[in-house]
């Protein structure tokens, strides 16, 4: 690697020195460490050590004890990549690494204290069962040993281990093989093997690879799948002394099947989503991609595809890749009919003068069918009251409402007291709620953190949690109406707790090598800021509050510990459970997490896009194992990552859409789809990883703007409905919309439903521009007519024997009940306003 971390271009060296604060005055150097339990390591680092000294050695012994337990040593200056130090399986007590410098006169030492504690939770096995989770449905391996089969998905592998052709909802992907391109010597190569060879199959893995040859280069690929279609790929480059100026990875979609994109990196809400660039040739890379802290020119996630079906690439670093920090990686080219993703791996030339093993994956979508059990998806409605069948699901939206001392850090209720949760399942259970259980409740806060103004805000969320489960029967699987609660926790939160005081370095995004560490430790402490970094320097201004909203990745451990309390709220009064945030951020652990040292010896960051995958699928073979439905509500905000997604249930989208200007703003405005609305197609149905999509309420105008809720709900209801997307209101306008969809049996197999994306639909629509739902059953449709720019006369014309209707036919305006103008048969004229809606019921005129 070339690229430099920061993307600032900074060294390594250069970015600490930069961004290291003057020392305090009793202690002349930074000495940071970092305990890993789980890998029985430490990580630790020397930062501007005086002038003078030479040598450096670091001793880890428990607390007030001369038994040296691990023990390193080394010269300075000192790797700027940090060093790792194995450490013995240690027993719970503190500890102390003591550093000693010499050589510079009288010895220096510093001494770092740590914790370890032992918990219920560590090395569990929870969701680690190999069991196929509905609706996924086992592996198989075609008689031919190279044709592998997930649901809605079949995979042909080729000679080079790659996919030949790939096939979702039977429709082929592939415009031709995939390719491991390698430019050598003047000419350009296509790898190629004798055949794939099947190493394990079973229900819930298969596993294989082939080798190949391309030109000088010889390499063997090695695929994984797991049952939801995932395939792991690591493709292992041998060395060769030949200079080779490219070694690529080619997709050749058809272009019929990929016409919209999505591209992800570190900079939350700019993820670019819509449709692929026109033209011919190169027309998209990667290298403007907009970005934060990730450094360029690597990029961890793009899909290409359509509504539904596309091929998903992904990968958690560039590790073993040779490219230059200024070139494209990757890159989209149309040429004839098809559309290819070119992933670059080698961009500067170079010998490969030691094996590189490269590791990605690829996914074709959709990764399942939308929900349909116990319910049908479409019969889903957050803080519904108006569908008399289906299902009535609510988010609980915060960790105070079911007993915690802070709003978004922690996966338990304080001091572990696990009396709230019994409570909430009686009250689910009984109907009786019992509001004296508060100011029990509240007894046991008496610490000085806990002001009388915190006990307020307790006392408000526990109530109404109270009252909440008093509204929300725990219902039986076969009721016709299904009320669910799904309780918030924080995938990305660290709080300092027990568990954080001995795990923290293992879950933390950073090392102690991260050019970022100073700027925590100089930073004042202010709780509960996204951003900040919590470090073992400022335990002492720590206490049960202090804690950071999206500072770890939910690494094994740290899964481990959220599924054990998971588990716990599944036994009581969850029904499901939400997460909040599924992003990524650089992460620069390269013991635990993905970062790695190059071969410069540099720190190198990646972003943790498995951790997040296994969360997801454990906790559904969790639920599964419980004999529950597997329910998990994943708050993605623009991150439509389909490998990370996919054993996901609920999809949480559009989350700052209601910030600054955009808080009066009607919805289409917000998104920007009067004239495309690809945005959605490619990010927010949620039809690629098969879940439900839900929009946050975006929709509380200041109250002096002169724009009120009701309009704004109207305008959300018209990019919503069209879409399959649910909206969590319960105003007026939106159950009265619910219960004419349930009155037509929505969800139900005799409903037939007509999305305006779909081919040959049975409504058109001239005039306006607008987007149709289309829904029917013998003898009755309704059309739901959303606008998506300025107003006017809307002519419909229905196909009346594709909806099974008569040619005499009359409709009628859904909410108000008054008649719609007809103008011949099948033909209706629906006047309409900028950005509002018109719910039109057609049925037999007699």
């Known amino acids: 690697m070339t690229a430099s971390w920061p993307a600032h271009g900074l060294c390594l060296a250069a970015a600490l020195a930069a961004l290291t604060p003057p020392a305090p005055a009793e202690e002349t150097v930074q000495f940071r460490i970092g305990y890993h ?90 969701g680690k069962e190999a069991v196929v989770v509905p609706p996924f449905t086992p592996l198989a391996v075609d008689a031919d040993g190279k044709t592998v089969q997930c649901i809605l998905r079949r995979h042909t592998m080729s000679g080079a281990g790659l996919w030949e052709q790939a096939a979702s909802q039977q429709v082929p992907l592939l415009a031709a093989p995939m390719q491991i391109r390698v430019a050598a010597g003047g000419a350009t190569h296509t790898a190629s093997g004798p055949g794939v060879s099947i190493t394990k199959q079973a229900d819930t893995q298969v596993v294989g690879g082939a080798a190949w040859t391309a030109g000088p280069v010889r390499g063997r690929t090695r695929f994984d799948y797991d049952y939801d279609g995932f395939m792991k790929v690591t493709l292992d480059v041998e060395p060769t002394p030949e200079r080779v100026e490219a070694i690529d990875l080619v997709v050749p979609m058809r272009a019929r099947e990929a016409w919209l994109m999505h591209a992800v990196t570190d900079l939350l809400r700019s993820h670019y989503a819509g449709k692929i660039p026109e033209g011919r040739g190169r027309v998209w890379d990667s290298a403007k991609v907009p970005r934060h802290q990730l450094p360029a020119p690597f990029l961890p996630y793009v899909w290409i595809g359509g509504t539904e079906r596309g091929i998903a690439w992904i990968a958690e670093n560039d590790r073993d890749w040779i490219v230059d920090d200024k070139a494209a990686t990757h890159e ?92 909430i399942a009686r009250i689910r259970r009984t109907g009786q709620a019992d509001m004296a259980f508060t100011d029990r409740w509240l007894a046991q806060f008496t610490a000085p953190p806990y002001t009388d103004e915190l006990k307020k805000t307790y006392r408000a969320h526990v109530d109404w949690m109270l009252r909440c489960a008093q509204r929300a029967p725990r219902t039986p699987p076969g009721a016709a109406k299904q009320v669910w609660l799904v309780p918030y926790t924080n995938a990305r939160a660290i709080n300092w707790d027990l568990e954080a005081q001995t795990y923290l370095d293992e879950w933390s995004i950073y090392d102690v090598a991260d050019p ?108 599964h194992r419980m004999g529950l439905r597997p329910l998990s509500w994943i708050h993605m905000t623009n991150c439509n990552v389909i490998p990370v997604l996919s054993f996901g249930t609920v999809l949480y989208d559009w989350e700052w859409r209601d910030q600054g200007e955009y808080a009066t703003k009607d919805f289409q405005d917000r998104l920007g789809v009067d004239d495309d609305t690809s945005l959605i197609l490619a990010q927010s149905t949620g039809l690629q990883s098969g879940n439900l999509m839900v929009s946050l ?130 033909r209706f004229t629906v006047p309409i306003r900028r950005h509002d809606f018109q719910v039109v019921v057609v049925e037999p005129s007699g």
């Open 37 to 126: 339990p789980s890998q029985r390591k430490v990580r630790h680092m020397i930062v501007a050590p005086p002038a003078g000294m030479t040598d450096w050695q670091v001793t880890l012994a428990a607390q007030g004890a001369a038994t040296v337990l691990a023990k390193q040593a080394g010269r300075l200056p000192f790797n700027p990549a940090g060093e790792t130090m194995d450490v013995p399986d240690l027993p719970e007590g503190d500890y102390t690494l003591t550093l000693t410098l010499t050589g510079g006169g009288p010895p220096l030492q510093v001494a770092r204290a740590f914790t370890r504690r032992r918990f219920p939770w560590e090395n569990s096995t929870l």
């Open 332 to 423: 989209i080219v149309r040429e004839g009919e098809a559309v290819s993703l070119v992933v670059h791996f080698v961009t500067r030339p170079a010998p490969i003068a030691r094996r590189r093993t490269i590791t990605f994956a690829l996914m074709a979508t959709p990764a399942k069918p939308m929900p349909e059990a116990p319910v049908h998806h479409r019969a889903w409605w957050p803080m519904s009251t108006a569908n008399r069948e289906g299902v009535d699901f609510h988010l609980i939206g915060a960790c105070y409402y079911w007993g915690s001392q802070t709003p978004c850090l922690q996966f338990y209720p304080a001091f572990r007291n696990f009396s709230i949760f019994d409570e």
């Open 516 to 623: 970022r560490w100073s700027q925590a430790v100089a930073a004042k402490t202010d709780i509960g800021q996204c951003g900040q970094r919590m470090v073992r320097e400022k335990a002492r201004e720590y206490n049960d509050l202090s804690g950071v909203a999206y500072e770890v990745d939910p690494l094994p451990s740290y899964a481990d510990m959220a599924l054990y309390y998971h588990r716990k709220m599944y036994e009581t009064f969850a029904d499901g459970i939400y997460w909040d945030d599924f992003f990524v951020l650089p992460n620069t652990n390269p013991v635990t997490g993905p970062a790695y040292i190059d071969d410069d010896g540099r720190l190198r960051p990646g972003v943790a896009w498995f951790a997040f995958r296994d969360l997801a699928k454990r906790n559904a073979v969790m639920q």
């Open 697 to 826: 309420d975006l929709f509380r105008p200041p109250a002096a703007s002169g724009v009120s809720r009701e309009w704004l709900v109207r305008t959300g209801l018209a990019v919503c409905i069209p879409h399959e997307i649910k909206l969590p209101a319960a105003d007026a306008v939106h159950q009265k919309v619910i219960g004419l969809f349930d009155a037509m049996g929505y969800g139900k197999p005799e409903c037939a439903v007509h999305r305006y994306w779909d081919p040959d639909p049975p409504v058109t629509a001239a005039g306006p521009n607008v987007k149709t739902l289309v829904l029917s059953r013998p003898g009755k449709a309704l059309v739901f007519v959303g606008s998506y720019g300025p107003g006017g006369d809307c002519a419909l014309t229905l196909d009346l024997k594709r909806l099974g209707l008569p040619p005499e036919c009359k409709a009628t305006n859904g909410e108000t009940g008054q008649p719609v103008e007809r103008t011949g048969p099948g």
